[in-house]
Protein backbone atom coordinates (compact mmCIF):
# COMPACT_ATOMS: atom_id res chain seq x y z
CA UNK A 1 0.00 0.00 0.00
CA UNK A 2 1.30 3.49 -0.93
CA UNK A 3 1.34 4.78 2.46
CA UNK A 4 3.60 1.65 3.63
CA UNK A 5 5.94 2.45 1.56
CA UNK A 6 9.87 3.64 2.38
CA UNK A 7 11.73 6.26 0.19
CA UNK A 8 15.51 6.03 0.68
CA UNK A 9 17.73 9.59 0.80
CA UNK A 10 20.86 10.26 0.79
CA UNK A 11 22.10 13.20 2.43
CA UNK A 12 25.91 14.19 2.33
CA UNK A 13 26.32 16.49 5.40
CA UNK A 14 29.49 18.48 4.05
CA UNK A 15 31.93 21.24 5.91
CA UNK A 16 30.87 23.54 2.73
CA UNK A 17 28.31 21.83 1.02
CA UNK A 18 25.20 19.85 1.56
CA UNK A 19 24.27 17.24 -1.29
CA UNK A 20 21.62 14.60 -1.95
CA UNK A 21 21.18 12.59 -5.11
CA UNK A 22 19.78 15.56 -7.07
CA UNK A 23 20.55 18.74 -4.60
CA UNK A 24 23.73 20.91 -3.68
CA UNK A 25 23.83 23.79 -1.74
CA UNK A 26 25.97 25.43 0.51
CA UNK A 27 25.53 24.62 4.40
CA UNK A 28 25.34 27.59 5.96
CA UNK A 29 22.13 28.18 8.36
CA UNK A 30 21.24 32.18 9.78
CA UNK A 31 18.30 32.51 12.28
CA UNK A 32 15.96 35.45 11.23
CA UNK A 33 14.22 37.93 14.60
CA UNK A 34 11.07 37.97 12.19
CA UNK A 35 9.58 36.88 9.46
CA UNK A 36 11.82 37.35 6.11
CA UNK A 37 9.87 39.30 3.58
CA UNK A 38 11.17 36.24 0.81
CA UNK A 39 10.57 32.97 1.40
CA UNK A 40 13.01 31.34 -0.77
CA UNK A 41 15.30 29.30 1.29
CA UNK A 42 13.31 29.84 4.26
CA UNK A 43 12.86 27.53 6.88
CA UNK A 44 10.21 27.80 9.65
CA UNK A 45 11.15 25.23 12.27
CA UNK A 46 9.77 24.79 15.83
CA UNK A 47 8.44 28.69 15.32
CA UNK A 48 11.70 30.07 14.53
CA UNK A 49 12.77 31.36 10.97
CA UNK A 50 15.56 30.29 9.38
CA UNK A 51 17.56 30.84 5.70
CA UNK A 52 19.07 28.08 4.48
CA UNK A 53 22.27 27.68 2.23
CA UNK A 54 22.82 31.48 1.36
CA UNK A 55 26.41 31.25 2.35
CA UNK A 56 28.67 28.71 4.09
CA UNK A 57 29.08 28.03 7.57
CA UNK A 58 32.19 28.04 9.57
CA UNK A 59 33.67 24.46 10.21
CA UNK A 60 32.41 23.01 13.45
CA UNK A 61 34.20 20.73 15.82
CA UNK A 62 31.13 18.85 15.91
CA UNK A 63 28.53 18.59 13.84
CA UNK A 64 26.05 17.85 16.85
CA UNK A 65 27.05 21.07 18.63
CA UNK A 66 23.91 22.63 17.90
CA UNK A 67 21.04 22.00 15.04
CA UNK A 68 22.41 23.24 12.15
CA UNK A 69 22.55 20.05 10.61
CA UNK A 70 19.15 18.59 11.58
CA UNK A 71 17.66 21.66 10.46
CA UNK A 72 20.00 21.55 6.48
CA UNK A 73 18.06 17.83 6.72
CA UNK A 74 14.62 19.08 6.72
CA UNK A 75 15.85 21.49 3.95
CA UNK A 76 17.49 18.59 2.06
CA UNK A 77 13.94 16.51 2.53
CA UNK A 78 12.51 19.31 1.12
CA UNK A 79 14.22 19.98 -1.69
CA UNK A 80 13.79 16.40 -2.86
CA UNK A 81 10.22 16.68 -2.41
CA UNK A 82 10.43 19.87 -4.57
CA UNK A 83 12.09 17.78 -7.50
CA UNK A 84 9.32 15.06 -6.89
CA UNK A 85 11.92 12.18 -5.67
CA UNK A 86 9.84 11.83 -2.43
CA UNK A 87 5.90 12.80 -1.70
CA UNK A 88 5.46 15.20 0.77
CA UNK A 89 3.93 13.04 3.71
CA UNK A 90 6.86 9.93 3.16
CA UNK A 91 7.69 7.78 4.93
CA UNK A 92 11.88 8.15 4.70
CA UNK A 93 15.14 6.28 5.62
CA UNK A 94 18.17 8.40 5.30
CA UNK A 95 21.32 7.09 4.69
CA UNK A 96 24.38 9.15 6.10
CA UNK A 97 27.98 9.18 5.81
CA UNK A 98 30.76 9.52 8.61
CA UNK A 99 34.70 9.00 8.87
CA UNK A 100 34.72 5.69 9.38
CA UNK A 101 37.03 6.03 12.48
CA UNK A 102 34.22 8.11 14.10
CA UNK A 103 31.86 5.37 13.97
CA UNK A 104 32.34 4.00 17.33
CA UNK A 105 31.87 7.08 19.13
CA UNK A 106 29.35 9.13 16.78
CA UNK A 107 27.25 7.01 14.65
CA UNK A 108 24.77 6.54 17.77
CA UNK A 109 24.51 10.26 18.47
CA UNK A 110 24.17 11.53 15.16
CA UNK A 111 21.37 8.96 14.39
CA UNK A 112 19.82 9.72 17.19
CA UNK A 113 20.43 13.74 16.83
CA UNK A 114 18.72 12.94 13.29
CA UNK A 115 15.77 11.22 14.56
CA UNK A 116 14.67 13.10 17.08
CA UNK A 117 11.88 13.86 19.08
CA UNK A 118 8.62 12.60 17.97
CA UNK A 119 7.64 11.41 14.73
CA UNK A 120 6.30 12.88 11.64
CA UNK A 121 8.05 15.93 12.00
CA UNK A 122 6.43 18.86 10.40
CA UNK A 123 8.03 22.10 9.12
CA UNK A 124 7.73 24.70 6.54
CA UNK A 125 10.24 25.39 3.92
CA UNK A 126 9.69 28.56 1.26
CA UNK A 127 5.68 28.62 2.28
CA UNK A 128 5.00 25.20 2.20
CA UNK A 129 4.37 23.16 4.77
CA UNK A 130 6.09 19.76 4.79
CA UNK A 131 5.29 16.66 6.92
CA UNK A 132 8.09 13.36 6.98
CA UNK A 133 8.76 10.71 9.25
CA UNK A 134 11.88 9.09 9.61
CA UNK A 135 12.10 5.75 10.15
CA UNK A 136 15.65 5.18 10.52
CA UNK A 137 19.06 6.35 9.67
CA UNK A 138 21.74 4.23 8.10
CA UNK A 139 25.35 5.25 8.28
CA UNK A 140 27.77 4.40 5.88
CA UNK A 141 31.82 5.53 5.25
CA UNK A 142 32.30 8.47 3.68
CA UNK A 143 34.26 8.11 0.51
CA UNK A 144 33.40 4.37 0.96
CA UNK A 145 30.22 5.51 -0.35
CA UNK A 146 31.32 6.98 -3.45
CA UNK A 147 32.36 4.15 -4.68
CA UNK A 148 29.22 1.78 -4.02
CA UNK A 149 28.37 0.74 -7.53
CA UNK A 150 31.87 -0.48 -7.98
CA UNK A 151 32.18 -2.82 -5.08
CA UNK A 152 31.25 -5.59 -7.01
CA UNK A 153 34.23 -5.51 -9.31
CA UNK A 154 36.38 -4.12 -6.34
CA UNK A 155 38.90 -7.12 -6.56
CA UNK A 156 42.37 -6.89 -4.30
CA UNK A 157 43.64 -3.83 -2.83
CA UNK A 158 42.25 -0.09 -3.99
CA UNK A 159 42.85 3.59 -2.12
CA UNK A 160 39.96 5.37 -2.43
CA UNK A 161 41.27 8.97 -1.72
CA UNK A 162 38.60 11.84 -0.78
CA UNK A 163 39.52 15.18 -1.58
CA UNK A 164 37.17 17.17 0.65
CA UNK A 165 36.15 20.40 1.77
CA UNK A 166 38.47 20.20 5.12
CA UNK A 167 40.23 16.94 5.12
CA UNK A 168 41.66 14.22 2.89
CA UNK A 169 40.60 10.86 3.61
CA UNK A 170 42.18 8.05 2.10
CA UNK A 171 40.47 4.64 2.89
CA UNK A 172 42.21 1.26 2.32
CA UNK A 173 40.04 -0.97 0.99
CA UNK A 174 40.21 -4.99 -0.27
CA UNK A 175 37.81 -7.09 -1.45
CA UNK A 176 35.16 -4.35 -1.49
CA UNK A 177 35.97 -3.52 2.44
CA UNK A 178 38.04 -1.42 4.02
CA UNK A 179 40.32 -2.09 6.04
CA UNK A 180 40.62 0.33 8.87
CA UNK A 181 43.65 0.14 10.74
CA UNK A 182 44.70 1.56 6.99
CA UNK A 183 42.55 4.47 6.74
CA UNK A 184 44.12 7.70 7.35
CA UNK A 185 43.13 11.69 7.55
CA UNK A 186 45.23 14.81 6.77
CA UNK A 187 44.40 18.44 7.21
CA UNK A 188 45.23 19.57 3.62
CA UNK A 189 41.49 20.55 2.30
CA UNK A 190 40.25 22.35 -0.79
CA UNK A 191 39.28 25.23 2.07
CA UNK A 192 42.68 25.85 2.27
CA UNK A 193 43.17 26.40 -1.08
CA UNK A 194 39.95 28.80 -2.02
CA UNK A 195 41.62 30.54 0.84
CA UNK A 196 45.12 30.63 -0.74
CA UNK A 197 43.14 31.77 -3.88
CA UNK A 198 41.76 34.61 -1.97
CA UNK A 199 44.88 35.98 -0.55
CA UNK A 200 47.14 35.66 -3.53
CA UNK A 201 44.61 37.46 -5.92
CA UNK A 202 44.34 40.25 -3.20
CA UNK A 203 47.67 40.42 -3.05
CA UNK A 204 48.45 40.62 -6.76
CA UNK A 205 45.46 42.16 -8.07
CA UNK A 206 44.35 43.94 -4.76
CA UNK A 207 40.86 42.26 -5.62
CA UNK A 208 39.94 38.81 -3.86
CA UNK A 209 38.33 36.67 -6.22
CA UNK A 210 34.74 35.28 -4.49
CA UNK A 211 34.48 31.78 -2.75
CA UNK A 212 31.77 31.50 -5.01
CA UNK A 213 33.60 32.23 -8.22
CA UNK A 214 36.52 29.87 -6.83
CA UNK A 215 34.15 27.32 -6.15
CA UNK A 216 32.71 27.69 -9.45
CA UNK A 217 35.66 27.41 -11.22
CA UNK A 218 37.10 24.41 -9.08
CA UNK A 219 33.69 22.30 -10.09
CA UNK A 220 33.48 22.97 -13.42
CA UNK A 221 37.54 24.10 -14.28
CA UNK A 222 36.59 26.61 -16.47
CA UNK A 223 34.50 29.02 -17.27
CA UNK A 224 34.13 32.72 -18.72
CA UNK A 225 36.57 34.35 -16.45
CA UNK A 226 39.78 36.54 -17.02
CA UNK A 227 42.61 34.91 -17.96
CA UNK A 228 44.77 36.33 -15.09
CA UNK A 229 42.53 35.32 -12.72
CA UNK A 230 42.12 31.77 -13.94
CA UNK A 231 45.68 31.96 -14.07
CA UNK A 232 45.94 32.14 -10.22
CA UNK A 233 43.19 29.50 -9.71
CA UNK A 234 45.43 26.99 -11.32
CA UNK A 235 48.34 27.77 -10.17
CA UNK A 236 47.35 27.15 -6.74
CA UNK A 237 45.38 24.04 -7.70
CA UNK A 238 48.64 22.27 -9.27
CA UNK A 239 50.39 22.84 -6.15
CA UNK A 240 47.40 21.44 -3.89
CA UNK A 241 47.55 18.32 -6.20
CA UNK A 242 51.22 18.01 -6.10
CA UNK A 243 50.87 18.29 -2.06
CA UNK A 244 47.85 15.37 -2.52
CA UNK A 245 50.29 13.47 -4.51
CA UNK A 246 53.23 14.03 -1.91
CA UNK A 247 51.16 13.20 0.61
CA UNK A 248 50.25 9.69 -0.68
CA UNK A 249 53.79 8.81 -1.25
CA UNK A 250 55.25 9.91 2.14
CA UNK A 251 52.67 7.38 3.31
CA UNK A 252 53.95 4.36 1.41
CA UNK A 253 51.72 4.53 -1.37
CA UNK A 254 53.43 3.73 -5.01
CA UNK A 255 50.81 6.23 -7.57
CA UNK A 256 52.64 4.25 -10.32
CA UNK A 257 51.13 0.95 -9.42
CA UNK A 258 48.59 1.18 -6.68
CA UNK A 259 45.00 1.05 -8.16
CA UNK A 260 43.96 4.90 -7.18
CA UNK A 261 40.41 5.96 -7.01
CA UNK A 262 40.05 10.05 -6.49
CA UNK A 263 36.56 10.85 -4.99
CA UNK A 264 35.11 14.57 -3.54
CA UNK A 265 34.90 18.03 -4.41
CA UNK A 266 38.77 17.73 -5.45
CA UNK A 267 38.47 14.84 -7.69
CA UNK A 268 38.66 17.23 -10.75
CA UNK A 269 41.94 19.05 -9.97
CA UNK A 270 43.22 15.64 -9.14
CA UNK A 271 42.15 14.54 -12.89
CA UNK A 272 43.26 18.11 -14.39
CA UNK A 273 46.34 18.88 -12.66
CA UNK A 274 47.79 15.27 -11.11
CA UNK A 275 49.78 12.47 -13.08
CA UNK A 276 47.58 9.62 -15.12
CA UNK A 277 47.87 5.75 -15.22
CA UNK A 278 45.88 3.16 -15.80
CA UNK A 279 45.50 2.20 -12.55
CA UNK A 280 43.86 5.78 -11.65
CA UNK A 281 40.44 6.70 -12.18
CA UNK A 282 38.18 9.46 -11.12
CA UNK A 283 34.03 9.72 -9.48
CA UNK A 284 33.96 13.78 -10.02
CA UNK A 285 30.06 14.20 -9.03
CA UNK A 286 30.36 16.08 -5.93
CA UNK A 287 26.77 14.50 -5.28
CA UNK A 288 29.12 10.93 -5.46
CA UNK A 289 28.78 10.23 -1.48
CA UNK A 290 24.83 11.26 -1.42
CA UNK A 291 23.90 8.76 -4.17
CA UNK A 292 26.00 6.11 -2.36
CA UNK A 293 24.51 6.17 0.79
CA UNK A 294 21.03 6.31 -1.23
CA UNK A 295 21.83 2.96 -3.22
CA UNK A 296 23.63 1.42 0.01
CA UNK A 297 20.68 1.84 2.15
CA UNK A 298 18.45 0.64 -0.38
CA UNK A 299 20.71 -2.28 -0.85
CA UNK A 300 20.71 -3.20 2.49
CA UNK A 301 17.05 -2.64 2.63
CA UNK A 302 16.27 -4.91 -0.41
CA UNK A 303 18.71 -7.69 1.19
CA UNK A 304 17.30 -7.51 4.48
CA UNK A 305 14.00 -8.20 2.90
CA UNK A 306 15.05 -10.57 1.11
CA UNK A 307 15.88 -12.66 3.85
CA UNK A 308 12.55 -11.97 5.60
CA UNK A 309 10.96 -13.01 2.39
CA UNK A 310 12.93 -16.56 2.53
CA UNK A 311 12.33 -16.88 5.93
CA UNK A 312 8.74 -15.93 5.76
CA UNK A 313 7.17 -16.82 2.59
CA UNK A 314 7.41 -20.12 1.80
CA UNK A 315 5.16 -21.51 5.12
CA UNK A 316 7.06 -20.74 7.86
CA UNK A 317 10.61 -21.12 6.45
CA UNK A 318 13.57 -20.18 8.57
CA UNK A 319 16.45 -20.95 7.12
CA UNK A 320 17.85 -23.61 8.95
CA UNK A 321 18.42 -26.74 7.98
CA UNK A 322 16.05 -28.62 10.03
CA UNK A 323 13.34 -26.26 8.36
CA UNK A 324 13.64 -28.86 5.34
CA UNK A 325 11.95 -31.78 7.89
CA UNK A 326 9.10 -29.60 8.68
CA UNK A 327 8.37 -28.51 5.26
CA UNK A 328 8.28 -32.12 4.29
CA UNK A 329 5.79 -32.88 6.93
CA UNK A 330 3.81 -30.51 6.29
CA UNK A 331 3.90 -31.42 3.05
CA UNK A 332 2.66 -34.45 3.44
CA UNK A 333 0.11 -33.50 5.93
CA UNK A 334 -1.33 -31.59 3.24
CA UNK A 335 -1.58 -34.27 0.73
CA UNK A 336 -3.24 -36.57 2.82
CA UNK A 337 -6.13 -33.76 4.02
CA UNK A 338 -4.80 -33.61 8.09
CA UNK A 339 -5.97 -30.49 8.59
CA UNK A 340 -9.17 -29.02 8.12
CA UNK A 341 -8.21 -25.43 7.42
CA UNK A 342 -5.01 -23.22 7.18
CA UNK A 343 -5.18 -21.75 11.16
CA UNK A 344 -4.47 -25.65 11.90
CA UNK A 345 -1.79 -26.04 9.59
CA UNK A 346 0.05 -22.61 11.10
CA UNK A 347 -0.52 -24.19 14.45
CA UNK A 348 1.52 -27.37 13.46
CA UNK A 349 4.22 -25.52 11.75
CA UNK A 350 4.95 -24.12 15.10
CA UNK A 351 5.01 -26.93 16.83
CA UNK A 352 6.79 -28.96 14.38
CA UNK A 353 9.44 -26.06 14.31
CA UNK A 354 9.57 -25.71 17.86
CA UNK A 355 10.26 -29.82 18.21
CA UNK A 356 13.11 -29.19 15.93
CA UNK A 357 14.82 -26.47 17.31
CA UNK A 358 15.23 -28.57 21.10
CA UNK A 359 14.96 -32.03 19.42
CA UNK A 360 18.19 -32.50 19.93
CA UNK A 361 18.75 -31.54 23.85
CA UNK A 362 15.90 -33.67 25.66
CA UNK A 363 16.79 -31.35 28.74
CA UNK A 364 16.24 -28.39 27.46
CA UNK A 365 13.27 -29.39 25.69
CA UNK A 366 11.95 -30.85 28.83
CA UNK A 367 13.01 -27.41 30.59
CA UNK A 368 11.31 -25.45 27.84
CA UNK A 369 8.07 -27.31 28.18
CA UNK A 370 7.79 -27.52 31.79
CA UNK A 371 7.49 -23.31 31.15
CA UNK A 372 5.39 -23.29 27.72
CA UNK A 373 2.17 -25.22 26.76
CA UNK A 374 3.24 -25.04 23.25
CA UNK A 375 -0.14 -25.80 21.58
CA UNK A 376 -1.64 -23.09 23.73
CA UNK A 377 0.89 -21.12 22.38
CA UNK A 378 0.81 -22.68 18.99
CA UNK A 379 -3.34 -21.34 18.63
CA UNK A 380 -2.47 -17.96 19.80
CA UNK A 381 0.52 -17.39 17.44
CA UNK A 382 -1.41 -19.02 14.87
CA UNK A 383 -4.39 -16.90 15.43
CA UNK A 384 -2.17 -13.79 15.57
CA UNK A 385 -0.13 -14.73 12.25
CA UNK A 386 -2.60 -15.90 10.23
CA UNK A 387 -3.72 -12.65 8.41
CA UNK A 388 -0.06 -11.72 7.60
CA UNK A 389 0.42 -15.51 6.52
CA UNK A 390 -1.79 -15.40 4.09
CA UNK A 391 -1.19 -12.42 2.40
CA UNK A 392 2.51 -13.69 2.31
CA UNK A 393 1.60 -16.75 1.13
CA UNK A 394 -0.36 -15.24 -2.03
CA UNK A 395 2.42 -12.97 -2.82
CA UNK A 396 4.73 -15.62 -2.75
CA UNK A 397 2.69 -17.88 -5.06
CA UNK A 398 2.37 -14.68 -7.12
CA UNK A 399 5.83 -14.70 -7.23
CA UNK A 400 6.65 -18.32 -8.07
CA UNK A 401 3.70 -17.71 -10.96
CA UNK A 402 5.11 -14.92 -12.56
CA UNK A 403 8.67 -16.28 -12.09
CA UNK A 404 8.45 -19.88 -12.48
CA UNK A 405 12.15 -19.54 -14.81
CA UNK A 406 14.02 -16.47 -13.06
CA UNK A 407 16.98 -15.43 -14.97
CA UNK A 408 20.47 -15.71 -13.95
CA UNK A 409 21.57 -13.42 -12.06
CA UNK A 410 24.01 -10.96 -14.22
CA UNK A 411 27.98 -10.56 -13.19
CA UNK A 412 28.50 -6.84 -13.31
CA UNK A 413 26.77 -4.53 -10.71
CA UNK A 414 24.56 -2.09 -12.10
CA UNK A 415 25.87 1.40 -12.25
CA UNK A 416 23.26 3.91 -9.83
CA UNK A 417 24.21 6.56 -11.76
CA UNK A 418 23.12 5.56 -14.94
CA UNK A 419 20.07 3.60 -13.03
CA UNK A 420 16.22 5.04 -13.37
CA UNK A 421 15.03 7.07 -10.71
CA UNK A 422 13.39 5.38 -7.85
CA UNK A 423 13.61 6.11 -4.32
CA UNK A 424 11.94 3.00 -2.64
CA UNK A 425 13.64 0.15 -2.37
CA UNK A 426 12.17 -2.26 -5.46
CA UNK A 427 15.37 -3.81 -6.53
CA UNK A 428 13.94 -6.19 -8.84
CA UNK A 429 14.64 -10.14 -7.58
CA UNK A 430 17.67 -10.88 -10.26
CA UNK A 431 19.76 -7.58 -9.99
CA UNK A 432 22.71 -8.10 -8.50
CA UNK A 433 23.58 -6.08 -5.45
CA UNK A 434 26.64 -5.52 -2.92
CA UNK A 435 28.68 -8.74 -2.09
CA UNK A 436 28.07 -10.23 1.15
CA UNK A 437 30.83 -9.62 2.53
CA UNK A 438 30.17 -5.55 2.01
CA UNK A 439 26.31 -6.33 2.97
CA UNK A 440 27.81 -7.57 6.32
CA UNK A 441 30.63 -5.46 7.06
CA UNK A 442 27.83 -2.37 6.50
CA UNK A 443 25.55 -4.13 8.35
CA UNK A 444 27.84 -4.46 11.48
CA UNK A 445 28.65 -0.90 11.48
CA UNK A 446 24.93 0.00 11.58
CA UNK A 447 24.08 -2.62 14.35
CA UNK A 448 23.16 -1.28 17.90
Not at 58 to 87: F, H, M, R, W
Request: proline fraction near 3%; include cysteine; charge should be negative.
Amino acid sequence: MEEKRIYYVGIDHGNHLMKTSNHVFENGVERQAVKPTFQANTLVYDGAFYKIGEKRNSVKDSKLADDDYYLLTLAALAKECQSGNIPNGARVVLGVGLPLKQFATVRKQFVKYLKRGSQPVHFKFEDVAYEFTIENVLAFPQCYAAVADRLGSMKGEHLIVDVGSWTIDIMHVKDGVPVESKCETFTESMISVIQEIKSRSSGVFGKEISENVITDYISNLGGNYPEKYARIMDEALEKFVSRVEGILKENGHDTEFTNIIYVGGGAKAMERFGKHGDNISYVTDVRANAKGYEFLAKQMAHMVMGFRERRLGCRLYMDRQSDANILKKLDRMLVDGSFLNQTELIKRGIELAYEEAYGEAEEVKASHRQEIDVKKFAEEVARALKPEMEKLMAECEARVAATETPAPPTSALASMHDAPKDNTASVTDDEVIIPSQTFNFLKGLNDD
